[in-house]
T-cell receptor, first 114, second 111 residues
Framework: GAGVSQTPSNKVTEKGKYVELRCDPI?????LYWYRQSLGQGPEFLIY????????DSGLPNDRFFAVRPEGSVSTLKIQRTERGDSAVYLC????????????FGEGSRLTVL | KQEVTQIPAALSVPEGENLVLNCSFT??????LQWFRQDPGKGLTSLLL?????REQTSGRLNASLDKSSGRSTLYIAASQPGDSATYLC??????????FGTGTSLTVIP
């Protein structure tokens, strides 16, 4: 597609529920990132995919968070047993795999856990 | 771990003024540094990408410089306009694949 697409744009859920956030990267971009941004803060790294595999998941805060990219394109971030502290904007970004690749972001998915 | 700092946290200037935003990073071993703009409630829009071998990049009224040895980058905005009001973020990409972000500078251009 023309840009990075994220759905849903807004998600309100109750504490303890399961949530999935979807990211469709720019066509041809092999590298895909998930970031989390809280109000007034810069984006915080969660996970990086190179193709289908998670090359770096060191930013995932705990085992309630998981992400997949089964066909090397669309990625889904999954959050189990959501907590109020998970409320944030979840940003997806993609780039070409070359070291010089510019990072492009989607509009984000705003998650609110009540 | 790479630490990125942006000063000032907020800046307010009258329309037409030239201004400089600062970004500093602790580890000089970077592949590149990228500047972004973020409007309220929106994602990040890429402004300029400077490779580690470059000293500066220009796009319209924007000019970004990079000094790896001192761990600094600046974003210069010429003839500021109210439409430039936004938060500006810099991100340093280390020799891994992570991009490390600062907390941003919130810019207000007063008409």
């Amino acid at each position: 597609g023309a840009g990075v697409s994220q759905t849903p744009s807004n998600k309100v859920t109750e504490k303890g529920k399961y949530v999935e956030l979807r990211c469709d990267p720019i066509s041809g971009h092999t590298a895909l990132y998930w970031y989390r941004q809280s109000l007034g803060q810069g984006p915080e790294f969660l996970i990086y995919f190179q193709g289908t595999g998670a090359a770096d998941d060191s930013g995932l805060p705990n085992d309630r968070f998981f992400a997949v990219r089964p066909e090397g394109s669309v990625s889904t971030l999954k959050i189990q047993r959501t907590e109020r502290g998970d409320s944030a904007v979840y940003l997806c970004a993609s780039r070409r795999l070359a070291n010089t690749g510019e990072l492009f972001f989607g509009e984000g998915s705003r998650l609110t856990v009540l | 771990k790479q630490e990125v700092t942006q000063i000032p946290a907020a800046l307010s200037v009258p329309e037409g003024e030239n201004l400089v935003l600062n970004c500093s990073f602790t580890d000089s071993a970077i592949y590149n540094l990228q500047w972004f703009r973020q409007d309220p409630g929106k994602g990040l829009t890429s402004l300029l990408l400077i490779q580690s071998s470059q000293r500066e990049q220009t796009s319209g009224r924007l000019n970004a410089s990079l000094d790896k040895s001192s761990g600094r980058s600046t974003l210069y905005i010429a003839a500021s306009q109210p439409g430039d009001s936004a938060t500006y973020l810099c991100a340093a990409r280390g020799t891994g694949n992570q991009f490390y972000f600062g907390t941003g500078t919130s810019l207000t251009v007063i008409p």
